[in-house]
């Protein structure tokens, strides 16, 4: 049973990233004009460049920044989902991706904290902060819970 609850953490993760990823992917095409999806909050692009303008940011910058996030959430969920496919059998297999997938995403929660610390947006960082931490108490989890 805690062998499944350490796969459904990972699967969790999977999802979780990858709706992250599918949600800044969605709201760069509609903000591109490739689509329009009334139903869909795509709003963190505008909400980097207006917390950005404050310290001159250009255009390249904002884009450059917002790419990079949606490829390090993409390479995010890849990872996870590798490491959900991945037998529990082959345990120091699975392991190795597990850590590799919470290393890199955990990677993009450090960033956050530091971006949000340095624009001052606070509200933001306490968001990322109990987000992060929760994906850390989850890898956590995957250690400390015997199987």
């Not at 969605?26 to 909400?47: M, R, V």
């Not at 310290?55 to 995010?76: E, K, M, N, P, Q």
């Not at 590798?82 to 190795?96: G, H, L, N, P, Q």
């Not at 590799?100 to 606070?122: E, N, R, Y």
Request: glycine share 6%; hydrophobic share 55%; charged share 15%.
């Amino acid at each position: 049973m805690r062998v499944l609850f350490k796969q459904g953490l990972v699967i969790f993760w999977f999802l979780w990233w990858a709706f992250a990823f599918l949600t800044d992917f969605i709201g760069g095409l509609e903000l591109l004009g490739f689509t329009s999806t009334p139903w869909f909050d795509g709003n963190n692009y505008p909400f980097l460049v207006k917390t950005l303008e404050q310290f001159g940011s250009t255009t390249t910058i904002d884009v450059s920044l917002f790419v990079g996030i949606i490829l390090w959430a993409l390479l995010s969920a890849l990872l996870f989902l590798f490491a959900a496919v991945t037998s529990y059998e082959r345990k120091d297999i699975w392991i190795r991706r597990v850590d590799m997938a919470f290393i890199v995403s955990l990677g993009l929660w450090l960033a956050f904290f530091l971006s949000d610390q340095t624009v001052m947006k606070f509200d933001l960082e306490e968001n990322h902060m109990v987000q992060g931490g929760f994906q850390l108490l989850c890898y956590l989890t995957i250690y400390i819970l015997p199987d």
